[in-house]
C-alpha cells in the first residue's frame, strides 16, 4: 500500500489517505448493501385477461358477477380488478344490465328492436327508457 516516492523513498502519508478512502468506500458499500430493494407484487397476478362481451346478455351476466363479487364483501374496484374489467366500461353499459334487472318487458322490446347495432347505441336506448319511465 505504500508508494515509492521519486527520490527513492517510500511515502508512508499516502499509505494512510489511501487506507481512508478505500475504508469510506467500503462503509458506502455496506450501506448500499443493506439497503436492499424491496420488490413490488405484480399487479398482473391479481387480474384476469379482460374479455370483450359480445351481446347485451353477456353484459347482464358480467354485471351480476361483479354484483355477487361486491356482496362477498368488499369494494366496488376490488371487484372490478377481480374480473379484469375498466370502471367506466361497466357505467356505460350499466343501463342494460339495469333494464334487464328492473323491468324484463321492456328489455326484450328493445331486444327485438335492437337490428345488429352497437352495444353503446343500445345502452343510450336503454337509459332512455329508464329515464322516460318514472316507474322505472
Same mark, same amino acid.
Given at each position: 500500500?505504500?508508494?515509492?516516492?521519486?527520490?527513492?523513498?517510500?511515502?508512508? &502519508?499516502?499509505?494512510?489517505?489511501?487506507?481512508?478512502? &478505500?475504508?469510506?468506500?467500503?462503509?458506502?458499500?455496506?450501506? /448500499?448493501?443493506?439497503? *436492499?430493494?424491496?420488490? /413490488?407484487?405484480?399487479?398482473?397476478?391479481?387480474?384476469?385477461?379482460?374479455?370483450?362481451?359480445?351481446?347485451?346478455?353477456?353484459?347482464?351476466?358480467?354485471?351480476?358477477?361483479?354484483?355477487?363479487?361486491?356482496?362477498?364483501?368488499?369494494?366496488?374496484? *376490488?371487484?372490478?380488478?377481480?374480473?379484469?374489467?375498466?370502471?367506466?366500461? @361497466?357505467?356505460?353499459?350499466?343501463? @342494460? *344490465?339495469?333494464?334487464?334487472?328492473?323491468?324484463?318487458?321492456?328489455?326484450?322490446?328493445?331486444?327485438?328492436? /335492437?337490428?345488429?347495432?352497437?352495444?353503446?347505441?343500445?345502452?343510450?336506448?336503454?337509459?332512455?327508457?329508464?329515464? *322516460?319511465?318514472?316507474?322505472?
Amino acid at each position: 500500500m505504500s508508494s515509492l516516492s521519486s527520490d527513492g523513498s517510500f511515502d508512508e &502519508s499516502s499509505d494512510s489517505s489511501m487506507s481512508t478512502t &478505500s475504508s469510506d468506500e467500503d462503509s458506502k458499500k455496506r450501506k /448500499k448493501k443493506g439497503r *436492499a430493494k424491496k420488490h /413490488k407484487k405484480s399487479k398482473k397476478h391479481d387480474q384476469k385477461p379482460r374479455t370483450r362481451v359480445q351481446n347485451p346478455k353477456q353484459v347482464v351476466t358480467r354485471y351480476n358477477k361483479i354484483l355477487r363479487l361486491f356482496k362477498r364483501g368488499g369494494t366496488m374496484s *376490488a371487484a372490478l380488478k377481480r374480473l379484469g374489467v375498466d370502471r367506466n366500461t @361497466i357505467v356505460a353499459t350499466a343501463p @342494460i *344490465a339495469e333494464l334487464f334487472i328492473v323491468a324484463p318487458e321492456k328489455y326484450t322490446e328493445l331486444e327485438k328492436n /335492437k337490428q345488429a347495432q352497437k352495444l353503446s347505441l343500445f345502452a343510450t336506448q336503454c337509459a332512455a327508457a329508464i329515464s *322516460a319511465d318514472p316507474e322505472v
